[in-house]
């Protein structure tokens, strides 16, 4: 009962045999006129047959005797009538032309009385399609005995001769009367073919839900298998997308899950190799500098000096990258709530642009800041300075002395500003524009110069910041014409996540 499999396929099985049964319930239910239609069809075919051998019969008295006297005939009909060609249940007799039984004209069970019977519904039938004599076809009525229930009946029409001979008696029709068929006597009759029939839908059934079921489990069999293996560390393993459509989603976000895990631990081992490698160099110096101070290779004052500063300066640097890394740990994880207070970016650019406006100053680079539109968004002021500082720290790193820096913001469309931030550098190689913004990744192009400043965790932190407000960031290049930096933000109007979400 653990297996998938099995329960799908038990669970069509109940499904059909519930569905069986309710058919069955609902034939049953009908099962009142189903009876009145076979016992009619019963009685039709017997009709005809009786009316066949009594015409025979009753002619060949006729041939026989005087036409004048009807007294031949009359014993021959009685002699028809009781030589017990029906079944027990059946009566045959004789009626006039108001449908009243005559009497001793008629062949009865032995426990019944046709005395005072009167046929009803005895009006014009249409003709049967394909009958060579339609007044000679049965039709239904009801035999009324008095003291008794009604039962069934068929009337077939006497022929003229025996009309002409019986004229005395006013006979119209010869008629066939049986109770309706009992209910045990109809479901005799269906119970066979009804198990048959039901036998062959449950076959049918299990036979289709034992392949439906299969290509259900099948795929999640497979599924199962493909995540044990990734559970022992095997991140390239994928499933095909086969199956129903919610199974085929399942595999598809497995292997997307895969993808993302395998995209993840690599992630952990470059960022492990990457903060071994940034921490390598600055404790290296630290050792190298302590352990010349503690075995008096430096004893002078002015080297001691300088080895402290050297020390001090490592130190920092260190702080400063673990500091960085906890800001976007805490960014990255949902940690850090942003303040959702009313910033003018007029009042931000201008604090900015106060800041940087020496340095740009000493590197012989010209800086300009626009702001228009609306510039009122509701976030944190310290942190959105943070993403303008390292924006602006990379424009003017990059910036040759007679360079161009500009700062923009306008309104992108109703409820969002864009920000830019333009330099007329050396520009970006394609390569590395699309990891631009992961951590510790910088250029291996231009080597020589400023690409291989920082920790590579300025634009990684920027990103971070700027989707926890609810925008996005990203940046275009082209060689030897600078690199330009754009973010959007949700204006006032709108409202913007409190913490950041990946």
């Given at each position: 009962m653990g297996s998938l499999q099995v329960r799908l396929l038990l669970t069509y099985l109940a499904i059909i045999m519930v569905t069986l049964m309710l058919a069955a319930l609902s034939l049953f239910l009908q099962m009142g006129e189903y009876r009145e239609q076979i016992s009619y069809g019963n009685l039709e075919d017997l009709g005809r047959l009786v009316n066949s051998q009594a015409t025979t019969e009753i002619q060949r008295a006729i041939d026989e005797g005087d036409p004048a006297e009807g007294g031949e005939v009359l014993l021959a009909v009685r002699q028809f009538l009781t030589a017990g060609r029906v079944a027990s249940d059946t009566s045959l007799a004789i009626v006039d032309r108001q449908g009243r039984v005559i009497s001793g004209l008629t062949s009865r069970p032995p426990d019944q009385t046709l005395d005072g019977a009167v046929v009803r519904d005895l009006k014009e039938q249409p003709a049967t399609e394909g009958s060579?004599?339609?007044?000679?076809?049965?039709?239904?009525?009801?035999?009324?005995?008095?003291?008794?229930?009604?039962?069934?009946?068929?009337?077939m029409a006497l022929g003229p001769a025996i009309l002409e001979a019986l004229n005395e008696t006013d006979a119209s029709a010869i008629i066939v009367a049986r109770p309706a068929a009992s209910l045990g006597e109809i479901v005799g009759d269906l119970m066979p073919r009804l198990l048959f029939s039901g036998l062959i839908g449950v076959a049918a059934a299990l036979v289709l839900?034992?392949?439906?079921?299969?290509?259900?489990?099948?795929?999640?069999?497979?599924?199962?298998?493909?995540?044990?293996?990734?559970?022992r560390g095997n991140y390239r393993q994928r499933v095909p997308a086969t199956g129903p459509r919610e199974v085929r989603d399942l595999a598809a976000n497995?292997?997307?899950?895969?993808?993302?895990?395998?995209?993840?631990?690599?992630?952990?081992?470059d960022f492990l190799a990457n903060i071994s490698h940034e921490l390598k160099t600055p404790l290296t110096s630290i050792r190298g500098f302590s352990e010349a101070m503690l075995d008096g290779t430096i004893d002078d004052r002015e080297g001691v000096e300088r080895s402290a500063r050297i020390i001090s300066d490592e130190s920092n640097r260190v702080l400063r990258l673990v500091q960085e890394l906890l800001d976007l740990s805490r960014i990255e994880s949902g940690q850090v709530s942003m303040q959702q207070e009313e910033v003018d970016l007029r009042e931000l650019f201008g604090h900015v642009g106060e800041v940087f406006a020496l340095r740009a100053e000493e590197a012989g680079v010209e800086m300009?800041?626009?702001?228009?539109?609306?510039?009122?968004?509701?976030?944190?002021?310290?942190?959105?300075?943070?993403?303008?500082?390292?924006?602006?720290?990379?424009?003017?790193?990059?910036?040759?002395?007679?360079?161009?820096?500009?700062?923009?913001?306008?309104?992108?469309?109703?409820?969002?500003?864009?920000?830019?931030?333009?330099?007329?550098?050396?520009?970006?190689?394609?390569?590395?524009?699309?990891?631009?913004?992961?951590?510790?990744?910088?250029?291996?192009?231009?080597?020589?110069?400023?690409?291989?400043?920082?920790?590579g965790l300025g634009l990684?932190?920027?990103?971070?910041?700027?989707?926890?407000?609810?925008?996005?960031?990203?940046?275009?290049?082209?060689?030897?014409?600078?690199?330009?930096?754009?973010f959007t933000l949700p204006t006032a109007g709108r409202t913007t996540p409190r913490a950041a979400a990946r």
């Open positions: 060579a004599d339609p007044a000679a076809e049965p039709r239904r009525c009801r035999l009324d005995i008095p003291e008794r229930p009604a039962i069934l009946c068929v009337s839900g034992f392949a439906f079921s299969q290509s259900v489990a099948a795929p999640l069999r497979g599924i199962a298998r493909a995540a044990r293996s990734v559970a497995f292997n997307r899950m895969t993808e993302e895990v395998q995209r993840s631990q690599q992630t952990l081992r300009d800041v626009t702001v228009s539109g609306g510039a009122r968004i509701l976030g944190d002021f310290d942190r959105l300075e943070q993403v303008l500082n390292n924006l602006l720290d990379n424009a003017l790193r990059y910036t040759p002395a007679g360079g161009t820096v500009r700062v923009t913001c306008r309104d992108l469309q109703p409820g969002t500003l864009q920000v830019t931030v333009g330099d007329s550098g050396p520009g970006i190689p394609p390569v590395d524009l699309p990891h631009l913004f992961e951590r510790f990744y910088r250029s291996t192009a231009n080597q020589g110069n400023s690409h291989r400043k920082g920790h990684a932190i920027s990103r971070e910041i700027v989707r926890a407000h609810g925008g996005e960031i990203w940046a275009t290049s082209e060689q030897d014409h600078g690199t330009t930096f754009v």
